[in-house]
C-alpha cells in the first residue's frame, strides 16, 4: 500500500522507515479539448508516483487538483495569442480561450505557493527526508513556482526537496503540447472509457488551435502551423493505449530511477 489517504498510521511509519520519501502529485482542474477529462494533469502525475512508490517505496500523496496559470501576452513570441491563432484584444489565462463552455480552476500564483509549501513543511516535520512534487501541468509560470518552492525547501544532504516533471523529454524535443496525442495517448492509458476523440472535428478536417484549445508544443513556443490548427501527427486521434501504457511505464520508472539515486545520496544515521 503506497497511497497515502487509505494507510493506516502503522503502515506509514513502516514505510517511513524503509524509504523516507513523500510524493506529491499535483496539477490543476484544467480544460483539455472537448475530449478529456479535467482532471488529467493531476490523475497523471498520481500515477505516475503510484508506479514509482511501489517500486523504490515511498507513499504518495493524495492528488492536489491545484496548479497555476497566466494571461496570455498578446505577441507575437512563445505562449503568446498571436502563436495560437487568438484575436490580440481578448484576454486569455492559460488555456481557457474565448469559446470554452468550462473554465479551468486555476489558482493565483501566490496562493498557489502557499498551499504547496505548506504540504511541503507538514511533509519535512513528519520527518519524511525526500519530498517529491510530481508535476503534471506543463505552464512556464506553473514550473517556475514548484522549482523555487524545491530549491527554497530544500535542505541537502539531509532532508532534500525536489521538482519532477511527470512527462520525459521528447526524444525529437517537440514536447507534449497540450491535449494533443501525447497527453490523449496518456489518458487512453489511463481512464480510456472517459476518453471521446468522437467529441473532435473528423479525421483530415482541420483542428484549430483557438476553436478547441489543443495545441503542439511547437506552436506554444512560437512556432505555430501555418493555419494555426494541429498538425495531423500530433491529432488526439492517433493516439492509442498502447502508447499511453508505454509512456506511463517508461515515466514511473524515470522517477523511481531519481527516487533512488536521491535515497542513496542521503547521508545514513
Ligand atoms: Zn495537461
Same mark, same amino acid.
Given at each position: 500500500?503506497?497511497?497515502?489517504?487509505?494507510?493506516?498510521?502503522?503502515?506509514?511509519?513502516?514505510?517511513?522507515?524503509?524509504?523516507?520519501?513523500?510524493?506529491?502529485?499535483?496539477?490543476?482542474?484544467?480544460? &483539455?479539448?472537448? &475530449?478529456?477529462?479535467?482532471?488529467?494533469?493531476?490523475?497523471?502525475?498520481?500515477?505516475?508516483?503510484?508506479?514509482?512508490?511501489?517500486?523504490?517505496?515511498?507513499?504518495?500523496?493524495?492528488?492536489?487538483?491545484?496548479?497555476?496559470?497566466?494571461?496570455?501576452?498578446?505577441?507575437?513570441?512563445?505562449?503568446?495569442?498571436?502563436?495560437?491563432?487568438?484575436?490580440?484584444?481578448?484576454?486569455?489565462?492559460?488555456?481557457?480561450?474565448?469559446?470554452?463552455?468550462?473554465?479551468?480552476?486555476?489558482?493565483?500564483?501566490?496562493?498557489?505557493?502557499?498551499?504547496?509549501?505548506?504540504?511541503?513543511?507538514?511533509?519535512?516535520?513528519?520527518?519524511?527526508?525526500?519530498?517529491?512534487?510530481?508535476?503534471?501541468?506543463?505552464?512556464?509560470?506553473?514550473?517556475?513556482?514548484?522549482?523555487?518552492?524545491?530549491?527554497?525547501?530544500?535542505?541537502?544532504?539531509?532532508?532534500?526537496?525536489?521538482?519532477?516533471?511527470?512527462?520525459?523529454?521528447?526524444?525529437?524535443?517537440?514536447?507534449?503540447?497540450?491535449?494533443?496525442?501525447?497527453?490523449?495517448?496518456?489518458?487512453?492509458?489511463?481512464?480510456?472509457?472517459?476518453?471521446?476523440?468522437?467529441?473532435?472535428?473528423?479525421?483530415?478536417?482541420?483542428?484549430?488551435?483557438?476553436?478547441?484549445?489543443?495545441?503542439?508544443?511547437?506552436?506554444?513556443?512560437?512556432?505555430?502551423?501555418?493555419?494555426?490548427?494541429?498538425?495531423?501527427?500530433?491529432?488526439?486521434?492517433?493516439?492509442?493505449?498502447?502508447?499511453?501504457?508505454?509512456?506511463?511505464?517508461?515515466?514511473?520508472?524515470?522517477?523511481?530511477?531519481?527516487?533512488?539515486?536521491?535515497?542513496?545520496?542521503?547521508?545514513?544515521?
Amino acid at each position: 500500500m503506497v497511497r497515502y489517504e487509505l494507510m493506516r498510521p502503522d503502515e506509514v511509519a513502516d514505510a517511513r522507515r524503509r524509504t523516507p520519501v513523500a510524493y506529491v502529485p499535483l496539477g490543476p482542474l484544467e480544460w &483539455h479539448g472537448p &475530449h478529456l477529462p479535467l482532471g488529467l494533469d493531476p490523475l497523471h502525475a498520481h500515477e505516475v508516483a503510484l508506479r514509482a512508490a511501489r517500486e523504490v517505496g515511498g507513499v504518495v500523496l493524495p492528488a492536489l487538483f491545484a496548479g497555476t496559470e497566466t494571461v496570455r501576452p498578446a505577441g507575437p513570441g512563445p505562449q503568446s495569442l498571436a502563436t495560437l491563432g487568438l484575436p490580440p484584444d481578448v484576454r486569455v489565462v492559460g488555456m481557457d480561450f474565448p469559446g470554452n463552455p468550462v473554465s479551468s480552476t486555476y489558482i493565483e500564483e501566490s496562493a498557489f505557493g502557499v498551499i504547496v509549501r505548506e504540504l511541503v513543511r507538514n511533509l519535512l516535520e513528519a520527518e519524511f527526508r525526500v519530498v517529491v512534487l510530481v508535476n503534471g501541468h506543463g505552464a512556464v509560470n506553473h514550473q517556475a513556482a514548484l522549482r523555487r518552492i524545491a530549491a527554497e525547501t530544500d535542505r541537502p544532504p539531509s532532508q532534500r526537496v525536489v521538482y519532477h516533471l511527470a512527462f520525459l523529454p521528447d526524444p525529437d524535443a517537440r514536447g507534449p503540447g497540450h491535449a494533443a496525442r501525447e497527453e490523449t495517448a496518456i489518458a487512453l492509458g489511463l481512464f480510456p472509457e472517459r476518453v471521446r476523440t468522437d467529441l473532435l472535428p473528423p479525421p483530415g478536417a482541420p483542428l484549430y488551435y483557438a476553436e478547441h484549445g489543443i495545441v503542439d508544443a511547437p506552436a506554444f513556443d512560437g512556432h505555430p502551423s501555418p493555419d494555426f490548427a494541429l498538425p495531423q501527427d500530433e491529432h488526439p486521434r492517433t493516439a492509442t493505449p498502447e502508447q499511453g501504457a508505454s509512456i506511463l511505464e517508461a515515466e514511473g520508472r524515470a522517477l523511481a530511477r531519481s527516487v533512488r539515486e536521491l535515497v542513496t545520496s542521503l547521508p545514513t544515521g
